[in-house]
């Protein structure tokens, strides 16, 4: 006898009790109640992926899964949020309970590893498309913005390679690389800088993750707080893998224009830089001169790139 849409619902995404206290009734009724705390605000994120768009046809759903959640995790982590909740709407041409099991292991996994409560959402049939809505609290006031940074302050980013998701993408499509795994790995489950994120509210003055590579990105910072810079290429963090492919290719943009490495990217004035407590590296400093400029070889320029848009 075939599932319905209730049966699948209850069957992979219903959990027997709420974990986070902020969550007070979930999956089962007209809508999800929360509570949030004195001295809290309520940060929400919403993110769709799309077959064809954001992940190949056929792909691992136990990978899309956890990739689907960890990017919205991502926005929460860029503004300083502890996650708390989120909502699922799924859209599928037809069910099949082998994908269903192995989509909601990933997905479920990571709502587990960060204490989350999936509270809701919706499930309907057509071309397959995955929403999700993040909801997480953050101190009153703490939000990190991107609407902050202020001349002088020095540009940072987390972890040791930009562009390895974009690579990731080069290999899928063909490229042949020796260091393959790490970069595959970043491509198809990056890890969201929640916990970075969270420590760094005390002191960054601006803050944005990194969808579509550091050009786009970092411009959006740079837009809304009215404020310019220079970006150090030489002081990028660089895998081995994507240092490997500039060697053979000389595309050296590639780690300033590829997009989902889901790292923050982050500002901080010069006297709080002592604060620091999280693995990350200058690669830039705030100008008072509008634009995004780029240093390489002793060298200034205009950096003109720009990451994916949808509808460019």
């Known amino acids: ?107 479920l996994n990571l709502v587990k590893s960060y204490s989350l409560d999936l509270i809701g959402g919706d499930t309907t049939k057509g071309p397959l498309t995955l929403s999700v809505q993040a909801m997480g609290i953050v101190p009153k006031g703490q939000a990190l913005r991107r609407s902050t940074a202020k001349t002088g302050d020095l540009i940072f980013v987390t972890g040791q390679g930009l562009g390895d998701s974009g690579l990731g993408l080069k290999i899928e499509q063909g490229y042949q690389s020796e260091n393959a795994d790490a970069v595959l790995q970043k491509f198809h489950t990056p890890e969201p800088r929640v916990n970075e994120g969270i420590k760094i509210r005390e002191y960054a003055s601006s803050c944005i993750d990194l969808s579509d590579g550091i050009a786009s990105d970092l411009s959006h910072i740079l837009k809304q707080s009215s404020v310019g810079a220079v970006l150090d ?61 780029f240093q390489r070889l002793g060298v200034t320029k205009e950096l003109g790139v720009k990451g994916f848009e949808h509808f460019s």
């Open 1 to 107: 006898m075939a599932i319905s849409e209730f049966g699948l619902i209850q069957r992979y995404f219903t959990s027997a009790e709420l974990i986070n206290p902020v969550n007070r009734l979930g999956v089962g009724d007209d809508c999800a109640l929360m509570s949030i705390p004195d001295g809290y605000e309520l940060a929400l994120t919403v993110d769709t992926m799309v077959e064809g768009v954001h992940f190949f046809a056929g792909a691992n759903p136990e990978q899309l899964g956890k990739k689907l959640l960890a990017v919205n995790l991502s926005d929460l982590a860029a503004m300083g949020a502890t996650p708390v909740s989120v909502t699922l709407a799924l859209t599928i041409p037809e069910i099949n309970e082998d994908w269903l099991k192995s989509f909601s292991t990933g997905f």
């Open 233 to 293: 290429w030489d002081k990028v963090p660089l895998s081995k893998a994507v240092s490997d492919y500039i060697d053979k290719t000389d595309d050296w943009l590639l780690p300033l224009s590829a997009g989902e490495d889901y790292e923050l990217c982050f500002t901080v004035a010069p006297e709080n830089v002592s604060s620091i407590n999280i693995e990350c590296t200058q690669v830039g400093v705030i100008e008072s001169r509008a634009g995004l400029r």
